[in-house]
């Protein structure tokens, strides 16, 4: 059940019949994928001072939510910001009004702004020891130059020191103005009477605009196909990624089930051949996302840094032996059932419930319930995969990162393996 109210606030309520839980997910429209560059980190700072209460004790916020027993988090994307929380169902209109006041009503107190300033550059510090991070960073700027999207979502420790408090206060109201939130709550409820709730906390807000992203074109950029970047670890991690049809397009699906026959799982192809028949990798996956009008696939692995240059060429390998030979039957059809599987085993979570109807009224053009979404994903065909993996992964479709302990001469192979391909 669904309301739209005078403000633009998209109220959901969707009962979830067998639990004795209700969740909570606040979403905003707005995330860091829209900041400015000399405000970059601005979103993800409000989000860290929504939990910052005026009377100064610490954690106060998160220590009321964990009394009605339940838990409370955050999180910062390029195109959305939330706060989930769930608590026992009798719980739940003291947690409204709980997350409704953080949201509505953040404090951003100068003493508490400058600990949770330093709690931030600790935490960019601590992305910054781990060579993952710096992969995957390293893909992400190369991917969107000169965009938000390939900007660190926590900022740099520049702009995080410049953040004044005029600056949170007006990205906080942006944020949270009725025309960029959704309000989604799940579990043991009645949808009309929670509906009430939910307008009563949210009604209020004022309209604001809809947040707008700057556009990006995929087209035409010219950057580095691999970057090496040296780190002291005792693996080297790799990133593999490239741009696949977005969230508009009739591919979208085929190339996210893709995603899963490289990756997701044990049963999976480069699961399989760097864990299981080489040795070569502990973890290794791969995955499909989106922002903006692009998707992307990213594959994401580490490895001893002798073995690095034989593991990437595997991989580049299987992405060139999917697209001469294609996805065999019992891929397919294992990675359909392995997304298909864990969307159904989804649904038993209010919370994944709640969070899931807020994202895709944030993000989504046109929005989906899960069981949709299933039926989707149930009519995607195997012949349809391998077509759309035929035309996105192109020789020079991906850009890669390394690091880790590598040496000077280290060679990276950069190119999707097709033989047949002069």
Not at 179 to 193: C, F, K, Y
């Amino acid at each position: 059940m669904q309301r739209r109210l005078p403000n633009d606030v998209h109220l959901i309520a969707t009962p979830v019949p067998h639990t004795a839980a209700v969740s909570l997910h606040v979403a905003s429209r707005a995330g860091s994928g829209s900041e400015p560059a000399a405000l970059s980190g601005v979103t993800h700072f409000v989000e860290h001072m929504l939990f910052r209460h005026r009377s100064h004790e610490p954690g106060a916020f998160a220590c009321a939510i964990e009394r009605l027993g339940g838990q409370i988090n955050a999180a910062t994307e390029p195109e959305l910001t939330a706060v989930g929380t769930k608590v026992p169902a009798e719980a739940w209109p003291d947690a409204l009004q709980i997350v409704a006041r953080m949201v509505h009503e953040p404090e951003m107190d100068l003493d508490e702004i400058e600990k949770e300033r330093t709690v931030i550059l600790d935490e960019l510090a601590l992305l910054d020891d781990l060579p993952e991070e710096s992969a995957r960073r390293s893909v992400l700027a190369r991917l969107w130059p000169n965009h938000p999207f390939g900007r660190e979502i926590a900022g740099t420790t520049t702009t995080v020191r410049s953040l004044t408090r005029d600056a949170l206060l007006r990205r906080a109201a942006e944020m949270f103005a009725g025309q960029n939130t959704i309000v989604s709550v799940a579990g043991a409820l009645d949808p009309a009477a929670a509906l009430d709730l939910l307008a009563e906390a949210f009604g209020t807000a004022p309209a604001g605009s809809r947040e707008i992203y700057p556009v990006f074109q995929a087209n035409g950029q010219s950057t580095a196909r691999v970057q090496v970047v040296r780190r002291e670890a005792e693996q080297a991690y790799f990133s593999i990624a490239g741009f696949t049809p977005g969230r508009t397009s009739r591919d979208r699906y085929a190339m996210e089930l893709l995603g899963a026959v490289l990756g997701a799982g044990f049963g999976a192809r480069l699961v399989l051949e760097l864990r299981e028949r080489h040795g070569l990798a502990y973890d290794i996956g791969a995955d499909v996302g989106h922002c903006g009008e692009q998707g992307v696939l990213s594959i994401d692995g580490a490895t001893d840094p002798s073995q690095l240059t034989k593991a990437i060429a595997i991989v580049l390998g299987e992405l060139g032996d999917v697209v001469e030979r294609g996805v065999t039957e019992d891929e397919f059809e294992r990675a359909r059932a392995y997304i298909v599987g864990g969307l159904v085993r989804s649904l038993e979570d209010s919370a994944i419930v709640a969070a899931w109807h807020a994202r895709e009224h944030a993000l989504e053009p046109t929005p989906l319930t899960p069981e949709t979404l299933i039926g989707r994903v149930r009519a995607v065909t195997r012949h349809e995969v391998n077509s759309s993996a035929r035309a996105c992964l192109a020789r020079d479709w991906p850009l890669i990162a390394v690091a880790g302990p590598l040496d000077d001469d280290v060679e990276i192979p950069t190119e999707v393996a097709l033989a047949g391909v002069g």
